[in-house]
């Protein structure tokens, strides 16, 4: 009989004093669980799968005793400042780095640019794992959509993940040559059969010449920001999706080129560029809400990166502590998914680029361009965006690739969705 012997139902009423309280106990546990560490868009048996099938040692967001109330206020991935690191930078030559944002290679004599390390308040970052991710990937259509930032970015993973390729030439440009004018660019890293791809699309809404009735002749074309580019088609089905814009939001890519905004077949004359990204932003997100399958693919909105034209020539990064700027760009795209509800996660970069006025081409490229005070040196920061990237899916239980083992942080991480 063992222990059925003993149970009889006189102690069913003492039990049921025992069993509510520990009821209410790990309902509330789970509840807290589901606001503070499950990220937007992830299935949470998936969730939950991947935390009690692994080891809280080995799970990349760590066992519940490690969820401290410290851990989850202080560790902000985005907040932080840049160290000096000896052991960078992670790689020196590349063939899918643009020439012109090889700023070594063009005659710029120190390489202090190179070797600052993002150190978020509060925690640490692992090493991008070069290898790890490449494995994560196998199989994968990795797709960069935007400007020639996001561009960069394309170029800057590719060439991370080249140091794990022993036959080098196994990885191919298959979709180039790289330019600045390149409407598609695609690599495939034959062993693990992915591709990671670049759509040229600096505005991401739809535009042409179509002008509505009776434009003014200073109307050369528009921008329809309620309605997204025919490009869409092409990249919904990635595995992920990196998506970028706000350099060419500017009076001279828009109205000084002759490009005006237009809404429902209305040009609206006299809309601010700022007002016009703003609506374009909410139209992009709702549109990736609506076509994009958030259960096959990850979706991140990568923030603004803003340029230092006034700080030419700068050898340092700026001090965390002393400055600070709002970027109304990034303000735009974190209040649009917040709007619209959005699963897709912001890669909210705005911040630690904005430390980094040496981390510029300046003069030291092979563009016709005289002083570039905008696009970035490779290698340099936009490597960092990836890093936070790869460490983002890391911290997400690895919904997409599967449990695994992962590089620990000196510190665990478990970030609230509410910051994303």
Not at 211 to 237: C, E, F, Q, Y
Not at 238 to 253: S, Y
Not at 331 to 340: D, G, K, M, S, V
């Amino acid at each position: 009989m063992g222990w059925r012997a003993n149970l009889w139902w006189g102690d069913a009423g003492p039990r049921c004093y025992l069993t509510v309280p520990v009821l209410f106990a790990a309902l509330s546990f789970l509840w807290i669980l589901d606001q503070t560490c499950i990220p937007a868009g992830t299935l949470r048996g998936e969730f939950y799968t991947t935390l009690f099938q692994s080891s809280y040692r080995d799970s990349p967001i760590g066992g519940p005793e490690r969820w401290t109330a410290s851990t989850l206020r202080n560790c902000d991935i985005f907040s932080g400042e840049w160290v000096y690191d000896e052991n960078l930078p992670l790689y020196s030559s590349c063939k899918f780095a643009e020439p012109g944002f090889v700023c070594h290679r063009n005659g710029r004599p120190d390489l202090h640019y190179q070797r600052w390390r993002w150190r978020p308040r509060g925690c640490d970052l692992p090493e991008f794992e070069a290898h790890d991710m490449l494995n994560r990937l196998n199989g994968s259509r990795v797709v960069f959509v935007g400007d020639s930032m996001g561009r960069t970015q394309w170029e800057s993973l590719c060439c991370m993940l080249l140091q794990a390729v022993a036959d080098k030439s196994s990885a191919k440009l298959i979709h180039g040559p790289i330019t600045k004018t390149a409407t598609f660019l695609r690599v495939r890293f034959l062993s693990k059969n992915l591709t990671i791809d670049y759509y040229r699309s600096p505005f991401l809404v739809a535009g042409g010449r179509d002008l509505p009735p009776r434009s003014p002749k200073r109307v050369v074309a528009t921008l329809k920001l309620d309605k997204m580019g025919r490009i869409g088609a092409n990249w919904h089905k990635a595995d992920i999706l990196v998506i970028n814009t706000g350099h060419w939001w500017t009076m001279t890519k828009t109205y000084r080129q002759g490009v005006y905004f237009e809404i429902g077949k209305q040009l609206t004359r006299g809309m601010k560029v700022d007002t016009a990204l703003e609506r374009a932003f909410r139209t992009v997100t709702s549109w990736v809400n609506d076509n994009v399958d958030f259960n096959r693919t990850q979706v991140f909105f990568r923030s603004y990166e803003p340029p230092h034209w006034s700080m030419a020539f700068s050898r340092l990064p700026l001090n965390a502590s002393t400055y600070h700027k709002v970027y109304p760009q990034a303000t735009f795209l974190r209040e649009a998914l917040e709007l619209n509800h959005s699963p897709a996660l912001l890669l909210n970069v705005t911040t630690l680029s904005s430390y980094r006025p040496d981390g510029h081409v300046f003069n030291y490229t092979r563009s016709s361009i005289p002083l570039d005070c905008a696009h970035w040196c490779l290698p340099g920061v936009p490597d960092t965006w990836n890093q936070v990237m790869y460490y983002s899916l890391l911290i997400r239980a690895l919904v997409l690739w599967g449990p695994a083992s992962v590089p620990e942080a000196k510190d665990p991480v478990c970030l609230s969705r509410k910051k994303w």
